[in-house]
């Protein structure tokens, strides 16, 4: 799958996630529910009121998340690392595409095949990238039905946060979207090549959280801006762009360097040769 459906199908997820959002249930989930789904909400209903120290649910969806966040560090690493392999052989399949082009249903056949060949070659997983995103959908409504389903979270405040219900002053909706998008900028800067598609879905990804963020319980921004700021943190940390692309730099000028001196070399060599 190529880098313009994965980020298409990111959106998708993002939309589907808004829809489940604001049509789950709104029964009372209780320590008495019998349903899987409702014990796995009320199991995070008690996972964040035991990290609320001191009665701060806020404080309780911020430890939540980080919690959280560092268990499945490898998934979303193992998901970075995928997404730097496809793009490494995006001329690779370029050329396979152009090689096959207008060859017909046999043609097609055999681009897939090749293509499929040249992923186990290089390692490279295509659907490893929605690993992470199917991965936090239910932690998204898992957040959402235990701060509006499960009474000891029910009217928890946070600052100035009714946690069960939208920020009243868009603080929250504002932050998320822009860590969204300085998560989605640093995971694009170091890349060799960026099509139309991948720049824009790093500005309109932002634009989907925001109007996610104004519907939803507070809460569920603040686990989505604390992931977020998580995933700055994790890419300069683990996968800093800013060394990936002065290395690579460094790398381009000591090649420029060798090719300066070899010629050199091959000028030299040619004058003694004709002064013998």
């Not at 701060?56 to 939540?64: A, D, E, P, T, Y």
């Not at 966040?69 to 690779?92: C, D, G």
């Not at 700021?229 to 800013?242: E, H, I, K």
Request: aromatic letters at 10%; glycine letters at 6%.
């Amino acid at each position: 799958m190529n880098v313009k459906r994965k980020k298409i199908f990111s959106a998708g997820l993002v939309g589907l996630a808004l829809v489940t959002l604001t049509a789950c249930g709104t029964s009372q989930v209780t320590s008495q529910s019998s349903g899987l789904w409702e014990k796995l909400v009320y199991l995070f209903a008690e996972a964040i009121n035991g990290l609320s120290f001191g009665g701060n649910v806020g404080l309780g969806i911020i430890l939540m998340t980080l919690v959280l966040r560092t268990v499945l560090l490898p998934v979303f690493q193992y998901q970075t690392k995928s997404s730097q392999k496809m793009q490494e052989i995006q001329p690779a399949l370029r050329a396979l595409q152009e090689e096959y082009r207008g060859r017909g249903r046999e043609g097609q056949e055999e681009l897939a095949r090749k293509t499929q060949a040249l992923y186990a070659e290089q390692g490279v997983r295509p659907f490893a990238a929605f690993i992470p995103l199917f991965v936090q959908l239910p932690i998204l409504l898992a957040f959402y039905q235990s701060l509006t389903r499960v009474d000891i979270l029910q009217g928890a405040h946070f600052l100035w946060l009714d946690l069960s219900q939208p920020d009243p002053y868009l603080i929250l909706p504002f932050l998320a979207a822009a860590l969204t998008f300085g998560a989605s900028w640093l995971s694009i800067y170091a890349l060799k090549e960026k099509n139309g598609l991948t720049s824009s879905m790093t500005y309109i990804m932002p634009v989907m959280i925001f109007f996610l963020s104004l519907s939803v319980a507070s809460g569920v921004a603040l686990y989505w801006t604390i992931s977020n700021a998580y995933q700055v943190g994790q890419t300069l940390f683990l996968n800093n762009p800013f060394k990936i692309v002065a290395e690579r730099q460094r790398e381009e000028d000591e090649a420029k360097q060798k090719v300066v001196a070899e010629r050199k070399a091959i000028r030299k060599a040619q004058k003694k040769r004709k002064k013998k």
